[in-house]
């Protein structure tokens, strides 16, 4: 198994209601390290090259509105096989279709509103990890 960084997002709905240390705990019981946190507010600009794979999706403008209306925290995870291993740990987009004990099982609202985003591929992670921090120790 190989040690691997990836990129993961506490959404607006997550700081708003105070989550991130019960998200945090999540994370580091399921065996991930998080080596890298900033909370951020997101600006229009920002969000929308993030989520530029998105923007002729009809859902594209309210997503880029949300992840700009309250501060994000912004994170890099490292532990074995972490893409995969986070992905596990987020749950399903849809937090009803989620599997108990997950982040989204347990703290999400809706599925618009699903508390954490995460790389889908280390390429994908290495990119957006380069989008938020530009230290060479957290970003390399």
Do not use: C, W
């Amino acid at each position: 198994m190989a040690t691997e960084r990836t990129f993961s997002i506490l959404k607006p709905d997550a700081t708003k209601r105070n989550l991130t240390g019960a998200v945090n705990a999540v994370i580091e019981k399921a065996g991930l390290r998080i080596v890298g946190q900033r909370r951020i507010q997101m600006s229009r600009a920002q969000a929308e090259k993030f989520y530029e794979i998105h923007k002729e999706r009809p859902f594209f403008g309210e997503l880029v509105e949300f992840m700009t209306s309250g501060p994000v925290v912004v994170q890099v995870l490292e532990g074995e096989n972490a893409v995969a291993r986070y992905r596990e740990v987020m749950g399903a987009t849809n937090p009803a279709n989620a599997d108990e004990g997950t982040i989204r099982k347990t703290f999400s609202e809706s599925v618009g509103e699903n508390t954490v985003h995460g790389s889908d591929s280390l390429e994908n992670a290495k990119a957006e990890i380069a989008q938020f921090f530009q230290d060479a120790d957290i970003a390399g």
